[in-house]
C-alpha cells in the first residue's frame, strides 16, 4: 500500500461534532468530508480545518458513503461516522490487517464506553442482526459503523442501497464474495456536539430497522 488511507466521513449536520472528530483521526492521514445537504455549514467548518469536501445532495448514509468512494483517491479507505461517536483510534491496525492481506474488510464492534451511550432498542436490534448475519456465515457481532478495505473492491461489491441499509448490504455481499473479514473493538460514546438523528430515538431506529429487514429477507 502507498501512503496512509484516506478517511471517508458521511456527515450531515456535523458542523459542531468536526472539530473534535477531526483532531482524534490519525495524523497526516488524508480526510474527505461527504457534506450530505447538511444546513449548519457542516461543509465550510471541514474546509477550515484541512479536510476536502465533497457534496452529495441525495440524502441517506449510504448515498454518502457512496459518494466519498466514488471521490477518494487512495487505494484503501477508512469509512466512520462524522459525528465523534466512534474512536478512531483503531484505525491504524485496522488499515495494517488489510494492507498486509490478512483481510479484506477490516471492521469495528462497538464496545459502549458507558451506560446509556448505546440506547437499549437500538442495541437490541442490532445485536439480533448480528445473530442474523453470523448464521450466513458472515463472522461479526456489529453491522460495521467503522470499515476498512480497498476502494476498487468496495465499489466492486456494488452494494445499492443509499441509506441506513447500506453496511448491512455491505456485509452480506462481502460475505457471498468469500472476503476474509477482521473484527476488532472499537470505543462507542456519546456524539461529540450537534443532534441525534437515528438511535437517539425509538423513531429512528424504527426507520434504520426497517432498511436493514429488507435486506434480510
Ligand atoms: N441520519 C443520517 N445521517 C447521515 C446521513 N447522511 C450522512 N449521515 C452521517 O452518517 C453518520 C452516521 O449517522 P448515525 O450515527 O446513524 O446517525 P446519528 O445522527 O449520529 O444518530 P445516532 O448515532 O443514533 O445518534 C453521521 O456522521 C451522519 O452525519 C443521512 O441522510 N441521515
Ligand atoms: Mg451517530
Redesign the pocket.
Known amino acids: 500500500m502507498s501512503g496512509s488511507p484516506q478517511i471517508v466521513?458521511?456527515?450531515?449536520?456535523?458542523a459542531q461534532a468536526l472539530p473534535s472528530v477531526l483532531a482524534g483521526l490519525p495524523a497526516g492521514w488524508p480526510v474527505l468530508v461527504v457534506d450530505?445537504g447538511s444546513t449548519d455549514g457542516t461543509a465550510d467548518v471541514a474546509r477550515s480545518l484541512g479536510a476536502d469536501v465533497v457534496v452529495e445532495p441525495r440524502?441517506?448514509?449510504g448515498a454518502?458513503v457512496h459518494a466519498g468512494l466514488v471521490a477518494a483517491r487512495t487505494e484503501v479507505v477508512a469509512v466512520l461516522?462524522?459525528?465523534g461517536?466512534l474512536d478512531a483510534e483503531v484505525l491504524p491496525a485496522m488499515a495494517a490487517t488489510v494492507a498486509d492481506g490478512r483481510a479484506d474488510l477490516a471492521v469495528g464492534r462497538r464496545v459502549p464506553v458507558s451506560a446509556g451511550v448505546w440506547p437499549w432498542h437500538?442495541r437490541a436490534g442490532n445485536a439480533l442482526i448480528a445473530a442474523l448475519l453470523r448464521r450466513r456465515g458472515v463472522p461479526v457481532h456489529d453491522i460495521a459503523p467503522i470499515r476498512v478495505a480497498r476502494r476498487q473492491a468496495l465499489l466492486d461489491l456494488a452494494v445499492a442501497d443509499r441509506a441506513?441499509g447500506y453496511p448491512l448490504e455491505l456485509l452480506l455481499r462481502a460475505g457471498a464474495a468469500g472476503w476474509r473479514i477482521a473484527e476488532s473493538p472499537v470505543a462507542y460514546r456519546a456524539?461529540a456536539g450537534g443532534r441525534?438523528?437515528?438511535?437517539?430515538s425509538v423513531r429512528?431506529t424504527v426507520r434504520a430497522a426497517r432498511d436493514m429487514t429488507g435486506l434480510l429477507r
Open positions: 466521513l458521511p456527515c450531515l449536520d456535523e450530505n440524502r441517506g448514509y454518502a461516522d462524522g459525528d461517536s437500538a441506513f456524539r441525534s438523528k437515528v438511535s437517539g429512528g
